[in-house]
């Protein structure tokens, strides 16, 4: 079975503090994918990036980064000089890399920049 | 490039009624799924289409739901007869092809059911 544990609910910040939200996962496969989502107020759910489990790489995009430990199931993300329209909640989301096409996604965390 | 549509946006209905929400995937997409968002579940998978062909309907409620999708651009959601506790939001994403690709995420329809 799989599980994405989110376990900040909430996280407030002031802006342009940095700001890391965590995600554990469990998993039985050897091969997986993780993801970040973000849904802001508006209510759509936009995807921010995919990482598959033969590459523990950090990786940056801007003001975002990410960090891949295998070795303790984690893929953190974040948020550097944080931005009111970085107010949103983030979900991180977990896939076999082969046969189960499904999504099992975190609980979310509710992110919120106070300017 | 136009993302995956859904509507209505916003649905309000009376219980009993029956509610169709409608999805068109990314063009050139070959995989859709429909999940529904509620504050005590979270984000769950109700059912998912490979080329059009339902493959895992697991997540499905009960039998008042059903999912259709008649040819590569179009797919329907229905409940009949709803319940105000099927009140949500369903969104709608569309992957491109193997099960390595990103799924991509329409607006969503917020459902009430009164």
């Known amino acids: 079975a799989q599980k994405v544990t989110q376990a900040q609910t909430e996280i407030s910040v002031v802006e342009k503090e940095d700001v890391t939200l965590d995600c554990v996962y469990e998993t039985r496969d050897t091969t997986y994918y993780l993801f970040w989502y973000k849904q802001p107020p508006s209510g759509e759910l936009v995807f921010l990036i995919r990482?598959?489990?033969?590459?523990?790489q950090n990786e940056i995009s801007g003001r975002y980064s990410w960090n891949f430990q295998k070795s303790t199931s984690s893929f953190n993300f974040t948020i550097t000089a944080s931005q009111v329209v970085d107010s949103a909640v983030y979900f991180c989301?977990?896939?076999?890399?082969?046969?189960?096409?499904?999504?099992?996604f975190g609980t979310g965390t509710r992110l919120t920049i106070i300017p | 490039d136009a993302g995956v549509i859904q509507s209505p946006r916003h649905e309000v209905t009376e219980m009993g009624q029956e509610v169709t929400l409608r999805c068109k995937p990314i063009s050139g997409h070959n995989s859709l799924f429909w999940y529904r968002q509620t504050m005590m579940r979270g984000l769950e998978l109700l059912i998912y289409f490979n080329n059009n062909v339902p493959i895992d309907d697991s997540g499905m409620p009960e039998d008042r739901f059903s999912a259709k999708m008649p040819n590569a651009s179009f797919s329907t959601l229905k409940i009949q007869p709803s319940e105000p506790r099927d009140s949500a939001v369903y969104f709608c994403?569309?992957?491109?092809?193997?099960?390595?690709?990103?799924?991509?995420f329409g607006p969503g329809t917020r459902l009430t059911v009164l």
């Open positions: 990482r598959n489990s033969f590459d523990e």
């Open positions: 989301a977990l896939s076999a890399y082969f046969g189960n096409e499904k999504l099992t």
């Open positions: 994403a569309s992957r491109q092809g193997a099960d390595t690709d990103t799924q991509y």
